[in-house]
């Protein structure tokens, strides 16, 4: 958790985003297209390269350790929601095509139109291209799962990474990950979602008490790894 | 999370469990049979009344709201270890009689003879009866379900819940059910074993280092829920 917990995410958006395009609209300025959908197989090395740039964003390589094959072996095992979930952030300069494989039973992904000031430069956007023939870029993601409260007897979601790559920083792309979250865990009626966040990072515990969360001081996290864990395998 | 947490675990046991009995072995002093087995929708009725009773130890009443119903609907829809997973602890005066139903592909109960000082008095004995016509009796549980760490790439277990009934307290109980969840994501490789504390709790802050776990200073939770999670509701 401590390895992988959401960086400091970004500020509230300069310009709010508007909601899905109407057929006549033109969006003014310099529009960013976004769209949050499921992650699959197929978006793993994706899924790695953007854990791996967190890993360093985080100053914490030496915990990274994952691999295209370990995520594959443990990630979509379930249906979404059920278990691992991964949201992922997709960008591009154009609106996006319209496609049915994206859409599930479970999920409807997410288009909302950003207005920028300036043009974005994405250094990386070969790297990170989303398909094949088309300007589209993955941005970020969200990996959360259920947890539960026995108090209240129901599930929850626990938000165990949030990361968007650095030059889409500082736009609301951060929030609107959470915010998918948050909506998926009250359509789902879950009671809660939680995650953590470093005491010391204060702009990222403003940016989360403004989304309506409460950082509880008292609780701490403790934690069973490495060769202390490893000492259980025959203890019982 | 806050509401849901390990209460001040016992202290580790006076006198350390033997292993299974042998057949002609008779335990000395006053023997206490204990048996670790995966919790079935059968025990939703004990499983509640342990939650309520860790609700009015933790002073939390006033956020307990879960119901045997609610419970039924979340709890035991998915295979043990894919999701929301309880062990339940038996005790009995007299050796486990033995119990093919109890045994799946995933779990064999864990039995171990505690040694005490003198007989216990269950005073609510009657109440937490674990089936019919015999003197076994549940006094306690743990829930616990998978988490994942994206860094080591593979998943762990969250420990939300361990509780151990007050007449079986100190005695080791506590210790027994913990790692037995410990050994459980050894067996699975699984990468952590985790938990919550409250940071003025310094004898169950001992009690988890001793067992291993390391306490980690930082880290804060942060909930979104109630009223603050339901405007999400139209948010996307």
Known sequence: MAAAAPPPP?????????????????????PLFTRIRLATPLDIPHIHKLIHQMAIFEKLTHLFTATESSLASTLFKSPPFQSF?????????HPFEKDSNLHSQSFTPI???????????????????SGINCDVVVAGFVLFFPNFSTFLGKPGFYVEDLFVRECYRRKGLGK?????????AVKMEYGRVEWVVL??????????????????????????????????????
């Open 176 to 184: 609107l990950l959470l915010s998918a979250v948050a909506s998926q």
């Open 10 to 30: 970004p500020t509230p958006a300069p310009s709010a985003p508007t909601g899905l395009p109407d057929s006549d609209s033109t969006p003014v300025g310099h």
């Open 111 to 129: 288009e909302r139109i950003f207005n920028l000031d300036h043009t974005l430069i994405d250094p990386e956007a070969e790297t990170f291209k």
């Open 199 to 236: 005491d010391w990072n204060v702009n990222a515990i403003k940016f989360y008490e403004e989304m309506g969360a409460n950082v509880l001081p008292e609780w701490r996290i403790c934690r069973l790894t490495g060769p202390a864990l490893e000492a259980y395998r025959d203890a019982i």
């Open 85 to 93: 979930t991964i949201f992922l952030l997709e960008v591009s300069a």
